[in-house]
């Protein structure tokens, strides 16, 4: 079974791309209306429709679906979910609309910045320009009494992500602003691929922090309590990892000699490497692209203050 309930209206769907279990996960928040939140890459979502379908969500009760940024592991699928849903929106930041609306670029790019990751998502369709709400910051969208979706602009991972907060259950869906949650062992490792903004993610970690949400739901995955704690430990983890890479930056030391100090010093990750080794994308991102996503942003901009 693919689908758990995760709290009062809201439900999770595990979308199994590529079949990969526990990695990325679609929630549903139902009231008079529904929303998706995050839809997952376009790979998997027969899978997500099949999940819907289990739910008994009738196509015209979806009034919205909201992706946290465009990112084909959040919202490449969006553009084929879309079609099931006659009276949907898609809710995406307003720097992410564009490249919703014309994917063709996102996917080059994509490409090569993931490579054959890029080909397990599979390639986004468009979503017509005209069900395309281009969101900011604090825009709520209703979906049934006292069930709303609130606008968190959370940039940092993306120039253009957002995070929901979903007040009833005092929760937030958190896309990658708070790193990937690997539930089963219970421990957070990065996601800071370049143009990784540090200052501006630590920024986003306050700003989810100080509306006290009791819980957090991940797209990379799953709910989690303590969620302030949760906040916290990756905004010290991100500060640990800056002060390595500076470090051995400034002795002029590669990539490579970072991931390795890294998987040293940072427990979390001691802990998770396991897990990552043998993930078909965990093994290519958390100690690559996430590394090196830190270590451009130091050489660009320092250590922030
Ligand atoms: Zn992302």
Redesign the pocket.
Known sequence: MNVSKVNEHIFMIDVEVAGINHFIASYVVMGENVAIVETGPSSSIQNLVHGLTDLGIEPDKVSFIAVS?I?L??AGGVGTLIKHFPKAKVIVHERGAAHLANPEKLWQQSRMALGEIAEIYGEPEPVPADRIIAAKDGMTFEIGKNIALKVVETVG??SHHLSYFEQLNNGIFVG?AAGIYLRDIDVIVP?TPSPFRLDMALASLNKLADLKPSVLYYTHFGKAENAIEKLCTYASQLKLWANIAKQSLDMGEDLEEISRKIAEKDEAVKKAMKHIKVHRVLGETVLKTSVLGVADFVKNFGLPT
């Open positions: 940024h990112h592991d959040h991972h993306a990658d996601t």
